[in-house]
T-cell receptor, first 113, second 115 residues
Framework: GENVEQHPSTLSVQEGDSAVIKCTYSDSASNYFPWYKQELGKGPQLIIDIRSNVGEKKDQRIAVTLNKTAKHFSLHITETQPEDSAVYFCAATSSGSARQLTFGSGTQLTVLP | DTEVTQTPKHLVMGMTNKKSLKCEQHMGHRAMYWYKQKAKKPPELMFVYSYEKLSINESVPSRFSPECPNSSLLNLHLHALQPEDSALYLC??????????????FGEGSRLTVL
């Protein structure tokens, strides 16, 4: 099955700086890669996703890049703000008929004012 | 309405109790999910209902019993749980049933403590 590794596990940045979180996946058949943000006491919320036919996608301060050859994808947050502080999970579809998401282990991002 | 609503938000139960978690969505989604999340860990898939039929059971112990009364509702019946079952239980839904290649909408979860 799919295996998704996520780094770093914790990340602290100064407000206004950029943050980058990286994930690698194992299943070359995976074709959908979402990123979820989970604030304290809440459920995960999709912030951006990318499909395997696209190399990069941007939404305001958030961007995701995908390298299918190397089987890794990254989340980039620019001009970070304190409200960006949360746990971020990457995910990838697994192979097989169910094709359920496999989550990475999560990154605790702290934006320091 | 893009919400998944879960009740109760908090639940404390003894190992001999029977309780239920409830989930509701009115987005017309045809797939609904139960996930279990331990502290500082990613969500772990438990069950998937697709078009109101159980399509995936990730080898979950029988003390957890899911039920999908209709396309908008999902229940998780709990019986004879163990302290290690204490966790955040997340309900989610997605537009498509069966294949998960679209956005998952999560509820805020039910935090379960088993004494």
């Amino acid at each position: 099955g799919e295996n998704v590794e996520q780094h770093p596990s914790t990340l602290s940045v100064q407000e206004g700086d950029s943050a980058v979180i990286k994930c690698t996946y194992s299943d070359s058949a995976s074709n959908y890669f979402p990123w979820y943000k989970q604030e304290l006491g809440k459920g995960p919320q999709l912030i951006i996703d990318i499909r395997s036919n696209v190399g990069e996608k941007k939404d305001q301060r958030i961007a995701v890049t995908l390298n299918k050859t190397a089987k890794h994808f990254s989340l980039h947050i620019t001009e970070t703000q304190p409200e960006d502080s949360a746990v971020y999970f990457c995910a990838a579809t697994s192979s097989g008929s169910a094709r359920q998401l496999t989550f990475g282990s999560g990154t605790q991002l702290t934006v320091l004012p | 309405d893009t919400e998944v609503t879960q009740t109760p938000k908090h639940l404390v139960m003894g190992m001999t109790n029977k309780k239920s978690l409830k989930c509701e969505q009115h987005m017309g989604h045809r797939a609904m999910y139960w996930y279990k999340q331990k502290a500082k860990k990613p969500p772990e898939l438990m069950f998937v209902y697709s078009y109101e039929k159980l399509s995936i059971n990730e080898s979950v112990p029988s003390r957890f019993s899911p039920e999908c009364p209709n396309s908008s509702l999902l229940n998780l019946h709990l019986h004879a749980l163990q302290p290690e079952d204490s966790a955040l239980y997340l309900c989610a839904s997605s537009r498509t049933g069966g294949t998960n290649t679209g956005e998952l909408f999560f509820g805020e979860g039910s935090r379960l403590t088993v004494l």
